[in-house]
């Protein structure tokens, strides 16, 4: 790919300078061997050497961002949770005051 198939709204990886591994889209060329380029709410000016246009590489899907649900136990609650605990304080008998 050559320096003549960049142009404004590509897509772009810069591949040298401060800014090397991001991808940003051409908002300006300049006559000097540049590029104004608009990386999230930055921009900066890059050498057009600098730059390849960006594939359109697809991402791996995820299964799922949820977590899995408890594993039920022969008794039908989960692990880890016990009766007593899931009282509320409201329910427990007040505690007695060790004063005399």
């Given at each position: 790919m050559t320096i003549e198939?960049?142009?404004?709204?590509?897509?772009?990886?810069?591949?040298g300078g401060p800014f090397v591994?991001?991808?940003?889209?051409?908002?300006?060329?300049?006559?000097?061997?540049?590029?104004?380029?608009?990386?999230?709410?930055?921009?900066a000016r890059v050498l057009l050497e600098?730059?390849?246009p960006a594939?359109?590489?697809?991402?791996?899907s995820m299964k799922t961002s949820h977590r899995k649900s408890p594993q039920k136990t022969a008794t039908g609650e989960g692990q880890g949770v016990h009766a007593?605990?899931?009282?509320?304080?409201?329910t427990r008998s007040?505690?007695?005051?060790?004063?005399k």
């Open positions: 198939t960049l142009e404004v709204g590509t897509k772009v990886r810069v591949l591994g991001r991808v940003g889209v051409i908002s300006e060329l300049d006559g000097r061997g540049g590029a104004l380029v608009t990386l999230g709410l930055l921009s600098n730059l390849r594939r359109e590489a697809m991402r791996p007593s605990a899931s009282r509320s304080k409201k007040p505690r007695r005051s060790t004063s």
